[in-house]
């Protein structure tokens, strides 16, 4: 599996271009959507003038009211560049896809269906023009100009433009892999397509709008954050508001400059600053496993995930079956079998080729013969005739598929052999793959390949369980191959020759009791469920019905990352529970560590809070706002890089991020400030 390169957290090119951004977004328009840091600009820009009016008029504390304002720009600057550091990671990801934009000559087809009895006319077009039912021939070493359903054909097909993945991959008319997207590359025969999206509105196109972070919708849960957010800014609004007369009243004075400051400090900037950032962040790390999400609302849900739905083929065994045994028939000895079966795949470099290879090797002790001196003609396994194998010396030993084997051999299912009919039945009913064998057009036997459950799932499946999910394998097979499977590979449930009724009916049985579902799917027939799951993940090698009705689409087709976009999405549930429990608790300690020093002239007895002995009134409030501006910077690679993921319980995680961020979001704030204070006073800023 190939994947992206992942940009660092402080790729150059990201940082320069989050740095201009984040000037851009000082736009109030934009800042208005985020209320804690929308109410810090604005009274940014009050101490700013502040400034001004001090340097102007010579009244005032023009040194210490510029540097409280440089301090609070810092703050929003902070925090808009960490929402560009977020978004331009995204944002490079869509610059790499753009590339694979290009103006395709296409070569369309004038009256493709031969309604006038002529030969079809080949008209070369830019693909730009191409309109959706317009019908493109493209053959071997052509661009597929644009997003379509094979009509006509088969072909293989390179992706790695979309997935990043050489291996090419076979598509052909009809069933669950006629899909093909524009600006793949056709690599052998020659196919016709049926256009399905117009020029600007492809697959590509959409990947291209859903990497861009900043058009990601907000999610339920930030939503509820925002207005608690900004429910903490009124009341802490409100306390420094009415510390004014407060202050009046006891003799003191407080500047409206250290009001401000005070409330800035008090206010949950951390968390205000950062809450975008780890969002898209989230969608990041998905699109790194080489997942497209439709919106951070569907990362979220799949934080939430009570029950995940999985293909046994590719996800719970391997995605290609493997060599098991060998079945001779009547005069043909086992070993004699695996050696044929062994030269019939040397040429072979499939998965399940290999596999033969192998087993021949570890099982019999046989060594590939060398074929140097011998004239050899390798028989490659194509889409049309599944079949290879290899003519050596008069030999013309082949094994394919079983129809295709035993019509090249001359005979019928019902004339073969009985003890090659009885193997067969017995692999299919085992829910296996019978593979046949002959030389010279001699029925020699069959190779049982077998579904194998990857070595590591159970161990994965009993980590889904501690967190509380449920898994259910749901397989096309029969109960009894399919019980066998779910019991070696520790799901929690199966579902059985499952057809689309079940798998929806499934799927909604379970939302009616409150639970949250995912699934995975790449055909027509899963497009239904994946519409209703509340994470629907469809294959990037799919119809383009199953990528509409999901919410995610993996680029790689490999269902086996479902497990990842579950433990993604609790990562960004963890990351903004502990980042809020860290700046809910970092304001609670400034609020501590500010008010004894502002007041201890006044109330002396409150020098017994003032622990850090902070050198000045000013000098606590200038360095409690460095210390809020720089904090949002120190914590930006977390909320990029996500809190390590552990499946651990509600109760354990609630224990660890008040043990972790809500005591460290209490001390830090102590450490922070008393050191920024000494620096402050030494160099007599304050």
């Known amino acids: 599996m190939s994947h992206p390169k992942a940009p660092g957290l402080f790729d150059m090119g990201i940082i320069k271009r989050a740095s201009i951004d984040a000037v851009i977004k000082l736009n109030p328009k934009h800042l208005a959507r ?6 810090t600009e604005v009274v940014s820009a009050v101490v700013a003038f502040f400034f001004v009016r001090d340097l102007v008029t010579g009244t005032g504390s023009p040194l210490f009211t510029g540097q409280i304002a440089a301090w609070l720009w810092f703050t929003v600057l902070f925090a808009n560049f960490a929402e560009a550091v977020a978004e331009g990671r995204g944002k490079a990801q869509a610059d790499a896809l753009r590339k694979t934009r290009t103006d395709t000559v296409a070569k369309r087809l004038i009256d493709p269906d031969n309604k006038n009895g002529m030969a079809p ?3 070369k077009v830019s693909a730009l023009d191409l309109k959706v039912g317009d019908v493109v021939l493209v053959e071997a070493g052509d661009l597929i100009p644009g997003d379509g359903e094979i009509i006509e054909g088969i072909a293989s097909v390179n992706e790695s433009a979309i997935t990043g993945e050489s291996a090419p991959v076979i598509r052909e008319s009809g069933g669950d892999r006629s899909a093909v997207t524009g600006g793949t590359t056709v690599l052998s025969d020659q196919i016709k397509v049926r256009i399905t999206a117009a020029a600007g509105s492809t697959f590509i196109d959409r990947m291209i709008a859903l990497v861009e972070g900043a058009e990601r919708q907000k999610t339920p849960n930030e939503l509820a954050l925002s207005i608690l957010l900004s429910g903490l800014t009124i009341i802490f609004l409100i306390v420094c508001v009415t510390l004014w007369p407060l202050a009046s009243y006891s003799g003191s004075i407080l500047d409206v400059t250290v009001l401000i400051a005070l409330l800035v400090c008090l206010i949950p900037t951390t968390i205000g600053g ?8 989230g969608m990041d790390r998905l699109i790194r ?15 939430d995930v009570d029950t995940l739905l999985l293909d046994k083929t ?4 391997f995605g290609n079956r493997m060599a098991d045994e060998f079945l001779p028939v009547t005069g043909v000895a086992e070993d004699e079998l695996a050696k044929v079966s062994l030269l019939a795949s040397l040429s072979d470099e499939t998965p399940e080729g290999r596999s033969i290879v192998a087993l021949a090797k570890s099982k019999y002790g046989l060594a590939e013969p060398d074929l140097s001196k011998s004239a050899v003609t390798n028989i490659p396994f194509t889409a049309q005739t599944r079949v290879s194998g290899i003519d050596i010396e008069g030999r013309q030993v082949r094994k394919g598929a079983v129809d295709s084997v ?7 299912q019902e004339n073969a052999p009985a003890q090659f009919r009885q193997a067969v039945d017995r692999i ?17 036997g069959v190779i049982h390949l077998k579904d194998i459950v990857k070595p590591d799932i159970k161990d994965r499946f009993a980590a889904l369980r501690a967190m509380g999910i449920k898994t259910v394998m749901v397989t096309g097979d029969n109960p009894i191959t399919a019980a066998a499977i779910a019991s070696e590979a520790g799901v929690d449930d199966f579902i059985a020759q499952a057809t689309p009724e079940d798998k929806l009916a499934y799927i909604r049985q379970e939302q009616q009791g409150g639970r949250l579902i995912a699934m995975c799917g790449d055909g027509t027939n899963d497009a239904p469920a994946l519409a209703q799951a509340d994470v629907g993940v469809a294959m990037q090698t799919g119809t383009q019905a199953a990528r509409e009705a999901g919410n995610m689409v993996d680029l790689d087709s490999d269902p086996t990352k479902l497990i990842e976009i579950v433990e993604i999405g609790k990562q960004l549930l963890m990351t903004r529970g502990s980042l809020t429990t860290f700046s809910i608790a970092n304001d609670v300690a400034k609020y501590f560590a500010i008010i004894p020093a502002l007041f201890v002239v006044t109330y002396p007895a409150l020098g ?16 409690a706002v460095i210390f809020n501006a720089l904090i949002i910077i120190a914590l930006i690679p977390l909320a990029l890089k996500g809190v390590a993921y552990r499946p651990v319980g509600a109760a354990a995680l609630l224990r660890r991020n008040l043990l972790i961020y809500g005591v460290g979001g209490i001390i830090v704030p102590f450490i922070g400030i008393k050191a920024i204070d000494m620096i402050v006073s030494t160099l007599h800023l304050a």
């Open 406 to 412: 035993l019509k090249l051999a001359g005979y019928s």
């Open 121 to 123: 006319v080949i008209q």
């Open 314 to 317: 590719g996800t719970i065994t």
């Open 274 to 281: 950062l809450l975008s950032a780890i969002g898209i962040a």
């Open 34 to 39: 985020n209320p804690v840091i929308f109410v």
């Open 428 to 444: 299919s009913r085992a829910g296996g793959t019978p593979l046949a064998v002959s030389e010279n057009n001699r029925l020699l």
């Open 608 to 623: 017994a809070l003032n622990v850090m002995h902070l050198a000045s009134a000013n000098s606590a409030i200038l360095s």
């Open 289 to 303: 496993f080489n997942v497209i999400a439709t919106s951070g609302r569907a990362v979220e849900a799949a934080g």
